[in-house]
């Protein structure tokens, strides 16, 4: 049975406010914390945390500073706000939705019209809550959104596929030239579609690698979907930074992952998603294809968790009215895999940093890191499920959402 994000019930109380312009972000202090140390799995219990300028400038014990806004916490935990590694964010309402969730950061996994660039650009500019938004624009895949010929029509020779490793290049090009942040790639075909199959390799090795060589030219790595084996060997091979779903991935390719650092986003609660009625894929068809992949998923996570390959959260979701996919839910399937619970929280928080390159910005409450953080109402290393609720949410030292008074007492 599905366990539906309690955060999800409250989209529509904030959503109106997705628009709005967000204040400058003011010193506060949170005090009578209890600070989990997601690098140790530690608890400082009764600190305060002072915030200022958006970021956190301590964490200890005392009272807190004179004349700052001071949120007593009352016991309850404080943990970096969460990391979506693999969404779909495209629209101002799905940002906020991610917001409310708890998710403070995320790494878009293909939309249109490099929406992901603007978002990334409005919440740098202060403009929206959050969450940052770290951008990848269009896949790179035999055939590309065709909104993509719409919004640069030079690309339209490409129209009937991007296949060449020349054309690889350009499409690569004309993600670079609008900023993104990473590159995505299409390995394997999708699970999402009824009329593919996941596990089919869609680019060779030598493609790959002539498609990471030329986001390399601009310091940009790359993500690549791969369900099938083949495909995600070649892309590991080529030097991607992640591989994305990976369900049937061989013992051998989670060796090679280990051996050369590549990261895991198995985005498994999506798995289940497709299995279950209702979310994002209500589809019969995609049911029975759920079923053959989710046994295959869970072992494949398994592994690599044995093997000591680096996990990282995704959601695989837009966000939208018909999801009920969450990064806190992903972090309890993976403790029900095998993960300890500091593990599956390291997967949401300082792992996913370092996959995104932003371990010094973000993933931790650390004096100097960004002021992304939430409360929840117990132990998140005991229980993980009270991450489906987190009553305070505060992004870039902003608060975005205040629900203390409606904990429990």
């Known amino acids: 049975m599905r366990n539906v994000c309690l955060a999800a019930a409250f989209v529509p109380v904030f959503a109106g406010a997705a628009a709005a ?11 009578n914390a209890n600070v989990v140390d997601v690098r140790t799995g530690r608890v400082t219990n009764g600190a305060t945390v002072v915030l200022r300028g958006g970021r ?19 016991g309850r935990y404080l943990l970096p706000g969460l990391i979506d590694a693999h969404t779909h964010l495209a629209t101002l309402r799905a940002a906020r939705t991610a917001l409310e969730s708890g998710v403070t950061t995320v790494r878009s996994s293909g939309v249109s019209f490099y929406a992901d660039v603007g978002l990334r650009e409005l919440a740098k500019k202060g403009a929206i809550d959050g969450p940052d938004v770290v951008a990848s624009g269009y896949h790179v895949r035999p055939r590309v959104a065709e909104e993509a010929f719409l919004g640069d029509p030079s690309l339209s020779d490409m129209m009937s596929g991007v296949d060449t490793i020349d054309e690889i290049r350009r499409m690569v090009r004309a993600n670079l030239a609008h900023g993104v942040d990473f590159i995505k790639v299409l390995a394997t075909e999708r699970a999402g579609t009824a009329d593919t199959d996941p596990r089919k390799q869609t680019y060779t090795e030598a493609e790959l690698r ?5 986001a390399a030219t601009k310091g940009v790595p790359v993500q690549a979907h791969a369900h099938g084996d083949e495909g995600a060997r070649a892309a590991v091979r080529a030097g991607v930074r992640s591989i994305e779903h990976g369900t049937y991935l061989s013992d051998d390719t989670l060796a090679l992952m280990k051996e050369k650092g590549t990261y895991f986003v198995p985005t498994y609660t999506t798995v289940v998603d497709l299995v279950e009625p209702g979310g994002d894929y209500d589809v019969p068809a995609l049911h029975l294809r759920g079923q053959h992949m989710l046994p295959r998923i869970r072992h494949a996570v398994q592994r690599a968790h ?3 390959v680096k996990i990282v959260t995704g959601a695989d979701t837009s966000y939208g009215p018909s999801s009920v996919t969450r990064i806190p839910q992903e972090v309890a399937n993976l403790v029900e895999i095998g993960l300890t619970p500091l593990e599956a929280l390291q997967a949401a928080t300082v792992t996913a940093a ?6 010094k910005t973000t993933g931790a409450i650390e004096p100097g890191l960004e002021a992304d953080l939430i ?7 005991q229980d993980p499920g009270v991450l489906r609720d987190p009553l305070l949410i505060v992004s870039n030292g902003r608060v975005a959402v205040d629900r203390l008074e409606m904990g429990r007492h």
């Open 375 to 381: 409360v929840v109402d117990g132990n998140p290393l």
């Open 306 to 308: 044995a093997m000591g």
């Open 56 to 74: 956190v400038e301590s964490v200890g014990a005392g009272v807190a500073p004179a004349g700052i806004k001071v949120f007593d916490l009352r």
């Open 21 to 31: 312009a967000a204040p400058d972000p003011i010193a506060l202090a949170l005090t």
């Open 210 to 214: 002539a498609l990471v060589e030329e």
């Open 354 to 359: 370092e996959l995104l390159r932003l371990e």
